[in-house]
Every structure is written in structure tokens, then in C-alpha cells.
């Protein structure tokens, strides 16, 4: 697969203006060069300049957007505005919620940081990260993956005193990347 070819960061700031308190991104009005038409130019600035933009919300809950024919990840732009440069890590949502792309609530992680925030599944009985029900033992688990190792953290007679532990050992591990919830 070809590698994907996204615009500048100077490039953006020419499309798209970003607030940082708010997370949202806007078109800016395209000149006529960037047009075939002067009737296309003006088409497309009525309908679109001064517009929110990257208001669509991608399959996996994050909003995104197109330019110059890619798909662009709205807080990746938001970034790059920002920062000048293109993230070479992820960038992870602090609050974990997908479409709060205010700049506060961004920072790049490596894929194993962002993979420390994520919620409990949901087919979890418990309903707690890092808590399994050990039906050999009867007991509550407590387990929690660091440096592509799982790590047993014990077996408790409650989800909540498991949750304990793998809380402890989560904030010990993942430092401010830590997800308890």
C-alpha cells in the first residue's frame, strides 16, 4: 500500500482554522486559483467558508474530515495546526472522550500509552479494568499488561479489593497514562 501523502501543516492553516479552547475546526475561504472555475470558487466558499469542518464521526467514534482527497483524523489536524508538525506518535484524548479535540485535551502517547487508557470491555462481569472472575478458584483476579507482560497482581475474595490492586499497580506502571474506570 502506498504511503499516504497528507498536506503541510502550512497547508492546513491555509484550509482550516482550529480553536484550541474549543477543539473544533473551521474552513477558511479557498481562493480562486485553488479552483477551476471562478464559479466552482464561488460554490464551494458560499457553501462551505466560515463552516465547521471535521464534523463527521469516523467508525470508531473519532471526528474526521478530507483533504486534497485523505481522510484526516480531526485532534491529528488540531495537532498539526498547533504544534506546526505532524504527530510521529499517537495522539491520545486525555479525558477519553474521542470528539474533545480542545489542545489541553491532547497529547502524544506510543501505542502501548494509549492502549494503558482504555475502559473496561464490556463483557467484563465485574465491570471493573483489570478485574476477572476466576471460576476455578472462586475468586476475583487482579491482572494488568506492562512491557507487553501480563502481570498477576493476585486473587481477591471481592471485584472491589482486585480493582485496589490493579489500580495501584496501574497508576505504579502507567504513571499519568493510567486508566482506572
Not at 18 to 31: C, V
Not at 55 to 77: D, I
Not at 159 to 177: I, Q, S
Amino acid at each position: 500500500m502506498a504511503a499516504r501523502i497528507l498536506p503541510t501543516p502550512e497547508q492546513l492553516r491555509e484550509l482550516l482554522r482550529y480553536e484550541p479552547d474549543t477543539g473544533r475546526l473551521f474552513w477558511r475561504p479557498r481562493p480562486r486559483e485553488m479552483f477551476n472555475t471562478d464559479r466552482s470558487a464561488a460554490t464551494w466558499n458560499k457553501r462551505f467558508a466560515g463552516q465547521q469542518a471535521f464534523a463527521t464521526k469516523h467508525r470508531q467514534g473519532y471526528l474526521c474530515g478530507v483533504v486534497f482527497y485523505e481522510k484526516v483524523l480531526a485532534h491529528r489536524a488540531a495537532w498539526a495546526l498547533h504544534h506546526g508538525e505532524w504527530p510521529d506518535e499517537q495522539i491520545d484524548h486525555v479525558n477519553g472522550v474521542k470528539t474533545d479535540n480542545r489542545i489541553a485535551n491532547l497529547r502524544a502517547a506510543t501505542h502501548a500509552q494509549n492502549l494503558h487508557n482504555m475502559r473496561a470491555h464490556t463483557g467484563n462481569p465485574s465491570k471493573l479494568k483489570g478485574v476477572t472472575f476466576d471460576k476455578a478458584r472462586g475468586k476475583w483476579m487482579a491482572r494488568i499488561m506492562t512491557d507487553r507482560k501480563e502481570l498477576n497482581l493476585g486473587r481477591f475474595d471481592t471485584p472491589e479489593e482486585a480493582h485496589a490492586a490493579y489500580c495501584a499497580a496501574a497508576r505504579k506502571h502507567h504513571g499519568e497514562f493510567a486508566k482506572t474506570q
